[in-house]
């Protein structure tokens, strides 16, 4: 008599190639990963690239719109309040009080406003800026508003002409130079209206725009 004898063998995997497989799906996950983080770090740098240069041209439009509207020459002057020299113009009864190159925030080296815009009750004197150093200012300021957001700070304000880097105040036509620049002062390197972008990780966080036009006084 001849007994056929069967063996069952199941197939299955062993624990190198169990090794081997979840090795190749975590550096496929790496990839993955690594793509998604630099899609999300492009798609972030052209959004505040993009909140930079509406912020460029509104404050652009706001000083072209008063310059043509407004007989007087614009004036520029300043003051030193809480040891920050706070810059002026004065364009009709708006008064427009900043500070350059430094980042609007609160923590420290930086300070709660730097580009405010208001009208003075008693008129615009050059010589006396809004107080940007307190924080609590716009509460008692209705009539006014801040012209760029926490973040951001101004690397050139000039309605005139440049001489050895000095903003001279000019007759109409007018030039109008703005620039801006969002990031911390260690990602930007600020040359008035060339301010640019530091080149290093990070730079999602960064973004510059400038814009310069001619305003001719219609009145």
């Known amino acids: 008599m001849r007994t056929n004898i069967k063996n069952n063998v199941q197939d299955g995997f062993t624990i190198i190639e169990l090794l081997v497989a979840t090795s190749i799906l975590s550096v496929i996950l790496l990839l993955v990963t690594g793509m ?17 240069q509406d912020t460029v041209r509104s404050i652009s439009d706001e000083l072209s719109n008063q310059l043509q509207l407004t007989a007087d020459q614009p004036q520029l002057g300043s003051q030193v309040i809480a040891g920050v020299r706070i810059n002026t113009y004065c364009i009709g ?41 307190r924080p609590g200012f716009p509460s008692n300021q209705p009539n006014g508003a801040d012209l760029i957001s926490t973040g951001s700070q101004l690397t050139d304000f000039c309605i005139g002409t440049f001489n050895s880097g000095t903003c001279l105040p000019a007759a109409s036509p007018y030039t109008v130079s703005i620039g801006v620049g969002y990031g911390a002062s260690d990602l930007l390197h ?12 990070g730079d999602q966080f960064c973004a510059t725009a400038s814009l310069v036009t001619t305003v001719a006084n219609r009145l």
Do not use: E
């Not at 600020?190 to 990780?201: E, H, K, M, T, W």
């Open 93 to 133: 009864p708006n008064r427009y009080s900043f500070v350059l190159d430094t980042q609007m925030g609160t923590n420290t080296g930086q300070i709660p406003h730097v580009l405010w815009r208001d009208t003075p009750k008693t008129g615009c004197d050059p010589s006396r800026a809004a107080h940007l150093t």
């Open 36 to 52: 998604l983080i630099s899609i999300s770090n492009l798609f972030l740098k052209d959004v505040n690239q993009s909140k930079i």
């Open 190 to 201: 600020v040359a008035g209206i060339n301010s640019s972008c530091n080149v290093q990780i």
